[in-house]
């Protein structure tokens, strides 16, 4: 099982796009996924149809077993196998953002994965633009990190906030960071290819394939399904399959116990 999250301190960056792709993309494809909504605003509940409701907090927080808060998403969501449950979400709502103030062990998030390790390939998690306790507990849970940005001088800023925040807690538990993806890409614009350059001078092969903007990912967002469901013939497609091979190439990280 590999544990895969998704930040940046800056908002409105592609954090719950990326998550809900990648995901979905993956269950697509056949592994068996979860993905957990960390984000009070419950984006990535919405995103794959489903309605926001306090599980992630019941199950950090109130103990839940994971039998109560994981929730199947209809294959028709991920245009999956026919008949397949493969792909789990843990939703989120407004409770979320009292679980920081409400768990006092910093391995919350990883102790609940533990019983999950034979059940799921991967885990895909979404997290807020607002850092917390809980992002802490779940860099603990974490294997790699991917980081979507915009090709712009404050995401970047936003970017390099996570990566010293991330560092803090480097000490305890080691996160890979696995890609930066910039998003909402204008190449012809002097601004996004000068910054483009930029970044990819800083990360070098970090630095994963530019999307283009599109309307076709806010298009997909307003339908509640991932882009390649929403318009599978559309080039935006072909950024997400390259996105789901490089984290189907991550290698299997040995979890300390
Ligand atoms: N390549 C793209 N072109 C155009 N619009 C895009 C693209 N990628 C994402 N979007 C849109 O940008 C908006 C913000 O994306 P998203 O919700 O993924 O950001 P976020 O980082 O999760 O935001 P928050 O910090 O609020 O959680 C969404 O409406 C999404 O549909
Ligand atoms: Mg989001």
């Given at each position: ?8 301190e800056?908002?409105?960056v ?13 269950a ?6 979860l993905?957990?909504d960390?984000?009070?605003?419950g ?11 306090p599980?992630?907090?019941?199950w ?14 209809p294959v ?14 843990v ?8 679980i920081a ?26 997290t ?12 603990l ?24 925040r991330?560092?803090q ?6 996160v890979?960071?696995?890609g ?7 190449l012809?614009t002097l601004?996004?290819?000068e910054?483009l ?19 076709v990912?806010?298009e ?18 072909d950024s997400v ?17």
């Open positions: 099982m590999k544990v895969i999250t998704i930040g940046n800056k908002g409105g592609g954090k719950t796009t990326t998550a809900t792709t990648i995901a979905a993309g993956l697509h494809k056949g592994h068996r996924v993905m957990i960390a984000d009070a605003q984006h990535a509940t919405r995103a794959l149809g489903l309605n926001k409701q599980a992630l907090y019941n950090l927080v109130r103990s839940a077993n994971y039998q109560e808060v994981l929730q199947a998403v028709e969501r991920y245009g999956g196998p026919e008949g397949a449950t493969n792909f789990y979400l939703a989120s709502n407004v409770e979320t953002r009292n103030n409400s768990i006092s062990d910093a391995y919350a998030v990883a102790d609940v994965l533990t019983p999950l390790e034979s059940l799921f390939d991967y885990v895909v998690i979404d807020s633009p607002t850092p917390s306790l809980l992002h802490g507990a779940i860099y849970a974490t294997d790699y990190m991917i980081y979507p940005t915009l090709c712009e001088y404050w995401s970047f800023d936003g970017l390099a906030e996570s990566l010293s991330r560092q807690v480097q000490h305890m538990h080691k890979v960071t696995a930066i993806i910039p998003y909402r890409v204008r012809q601004e996004h290819s910054n350059a930029r970044l990819r001078e800083q990360f070098q092969e970090l630095v994963w394939e530019p999307i283009p903007e599109s309307i990912w806010a997909a967002t307003a339908y509640h399904v991932p882009v390649f469901v929403y318009a599978p013939d559309h080039a935006a497609v399959w390259s996105m789901v091979a490089r984290v189907e190439a991550l290698p299997e990280v040995a979890r300390e116990s």
